[in-house]
């Protein structure tokens, strides 16, 4: 990829990531929008997702009755196994009608001085709608990996809150989440690197234009997004150039998101095992 990427990077150096025109009739390639789309996307889905799935996950780990905690556990994680166009014809069909008809013209009206929910509407079809798409996605990640993360605090750590007169929520509280927390935050690690390189749902459900106006209801786009809605019309060299470019920054960052994840989350195993082994 960076051999794909060679004619762009000298041509256009750090301004291939800070400016603002993608016009490849004149040869002008700018990722800003695109690189504030994806995270803003992505922030907004961790948002959503990481309370209802550290709360699933305490739930399952914590509080359900055993009869209830596996298979409920099981539909969690199942939805990481559905692909990534199902969900965005998903949310073509249901959450962009939803959006458009009752969602954002209720924020328009009760948000409507605020940047952030201001500007043109897109019709269902924008940064806000693929964000709650995307939040539906990480979840299974996060909750499983919070899951496990809980699963391995020492029982003892448990049983001494409880000794102390916690009630059983402050046990959950003090004790457990506060040890399994690196490997919590690895999880949600975990999650946001799926959401930074997502590309159908996103594609089908953001609008696709190559602009951030800062709305969260007006139209955007993500990396993976626009290459996807261009690699098909890229003729030229430089073209091709720039959108291997684009890959190769997502590459980067996906990689380091997921190493750091790993590395949070092998830590906690590893300090759950030489635990439970003392």
Known sequence: ???????????????????????????????????????????????????????????????????????????????????????????????????????????????????????PNGGGRNILTASVVLAVMVTPTISAVTRESLAAVPRDQREAALSLGATRWEATRLAVLRYARTGIFGGIILGLGRALGETMAVTMTIGNKNAFSGSLISPGQTMSSLIANEFTEATGKLYVSALVEIGLVLLLVTLLVNIVARLLVWRVVRGGAVAGGA
């Open 1 to 119: 990829m960076f051999t794909g990427a060679s004619p762009s990077l000298p041509r256009f150096g750090l301004r291939f990531l800070f400016g603002v025109v993608w016009d490849p009739v004149h040869g002008i390639f700018g990722v800003a929008p695109e690189i504030l789309g994806t995270l803003v996307t992505s922030g907004i889905a961790l948002l959503i997702s990481v309370p209802l799935s550290i709360g699933a996950a305490i739930f399952l780990s914590e509080h359900a009755p055993a009869w209830l905690r596996d298979p409920v556990g099981y539909v969690i994680e199942l939805l990481a196994a559905v692909p990534s166009v199902v969900f965005g014809f998903w949310g073509l069909a249901v959450l962009v009608p939803l959006m458009q008809g009752s969602v954002d013209p209720w924020l328009q009206s009760a948000f409507g001085w605020s940047p952030l929910l201001g500007g």
